[in-house]
T-cell receptor
Framework: AQSVAQPEDQVNVAEGNPLTVKCTYS??????LFWYVQYPNRGLQFLLK??????LVKGSYGFEAEFNKSQTSFHLKKPSALVSDSALYFC???????????FGAGTRLFVKA | DAGVIQSPRHEVTEMGQEVTLRCKPI?????LFWYRQTMMRGLELLIY????????DSGMPEDRFSAKMPNASFSTLKIQPSEPRDSAVYFC??????????????FGNGTRLTVT
């Protein structure tokens, strides 16, 4: 069965500094990997996805993620954090060929001005 | 594109009452998902449909929960009877294979259910 782990409940970073939100996954086949963001009282919004190919994926709002097959990781990154990036971030995995999407527990990002 | 529409946004009910949550997916989307979000358990997949047919309901917690999708533009999640531990935010999401696999999920803004 597929699973996702986000080891950090919370990440704190100063505005302008780079940020990383960690994610590791477990699937039996080829993984499809996603990052979503959730703002208060809203549904999740899609940021980016990895299917195959280039290990560095670029997404919305300047975010990017690096796929590492040997470490089964898919960390979310941004070179320069904004206060408005403060939100709850979810990593998700789907086994290739399927549609069942499993989410991690979420990581709350605080960006301090 | 109006997005995924869920109703009601908030529902407060008493234990033992029937609760019905509603979802209108994005037009043309052929997959529909119901998730539940709580602080303790995070985001749990309850059930998902493809072309109105339930594909996987292994996440439905008990027989008190049921979900239907009578047509491509409407789905319901029903809890009967409701219990305080059902209090959570329930999300509906839709997706389309026509966007190219793997297509992301598009979430509604959720229904916050409180059972007293």
């Amino acid at each position: 069965a597929q699973s996702v782990a986000q080891p950090e409940d919370q990440v704190n970073v100063a505005e302008g500094n780079p940020l990383t939100v960690k994610c590791t996954y477990s699937v039996s086949g080829n993984p499809y990997l996603f990052w979503y963001v959730q703002y208060p009282n809203r549904g999740l919004q899609f940021l980016l996805k990895y299917i195959t190919g280039d290990n560095l994926v670029k997404g919305s709002y300047g975010f990017e993620a690096e796929f590492n097959k040997s470490q089964t990781s898919f960390h979310l990154k941004k070179p320069s954090a904004l206060v408005s990036d403060s939100a709850l971030y979810f990593c998700a995995v789907r086994e290739g060929g399927g549609f069942k999407t499993i989410f991690g527990a979420g990581t709350r990002l605080f960006v301090k001005a | 594109d109006a997005g995924v529409i869920q109703s009601p946004r908030h529902e407060v009910t008493e234990m033992g009452q029937e609760v019905t949550l509603r979802c209108k997916p994005i037009s043309g989307h052929d997959y529909l998902f119901w998730y539940r979000q709580t602080m303790m358990r995070g985001l749990e997949l309850l059930i998902y449909f493809n072309n109105n047919v339930p594909i996987d309901d292994s996440g439905m917690p008990e027989d008190r929960f049921s979900a239907k999708m009578p047509n491509a533009s409407f789905s319901t999640l029903k809890i009967q009877p409701s219990e305080p531990r059902d209090s959570a935010v329930y999300f509906c999401a839709s997706s389309s294979t026509r966007q190219g696999a793997p297509s992301p999920l598009h979430f509604g803004n959720g229904t916050r259910l409180t059972v007293t």
